[in-house]
């Protein structure tokens, strides 16, 4: 069922959805985005596709499918923590041509994408910048820790950052 929702994007000139989520400290969800980036880089929002909507059942499948491999390999970096000092663990496990790059902060928040081009370069900057951002939504005297970022600031920001790395 992928190879049929990779195929309708080919058709449609996207390439692979990328989906970026942090996973809390109880390993809860607290943000997910799912973008898939057109062949042309564009400074505006125009070439990000928001996470898949209900009337497409490919589209739906394919996103459950990428949240479940994401979340398949939250014991793959919680393994490969405890042998880094560094803070991004690079890719950290691979699902057929994609990989799963994982970032973790010292709170023991989790970042992770799954990916299809191994960019070292660009995942670690993208990381680093999401990471000031969440940085900036603790800050925030309003928001409770390890609940879900319901942020629409929060939201474009991490979607114009997938622009720019990738």
Sequence with gaps: ERKKYLS????RGMT?????????????PIYEAEFSLGQ???SNLQSIQTTPSSSSSYQTQGHSLNQFILHSALDVVEESVWKSNSMYLKVVDRYGK????????SGHMKFMLLHDKKDEDAIKN????????YVKILLNPFYVLNS??????????VRKLAVKYF
Aim: charged letters at 25%.
């Design 16 to 28: 692979t959805p990328y989906t970026f989520i942090i996973v809390g400290k109880n390993d809860n």
């Design 98 to 105: 994609s990989f799963i790059s994982s970032f973790v902060s």
């Design 148 to 157: 879900p970022i319901s942020s629409s600031a929060f939201d474009i920001r």
């Design 40 to 42: 042309k880089r564009d």
């Design 126 to 133: 993208f990381f680093a910048d999401v990471f000031e951002l």
């Design 8 to 11: 309708i994007l080919k058709r």
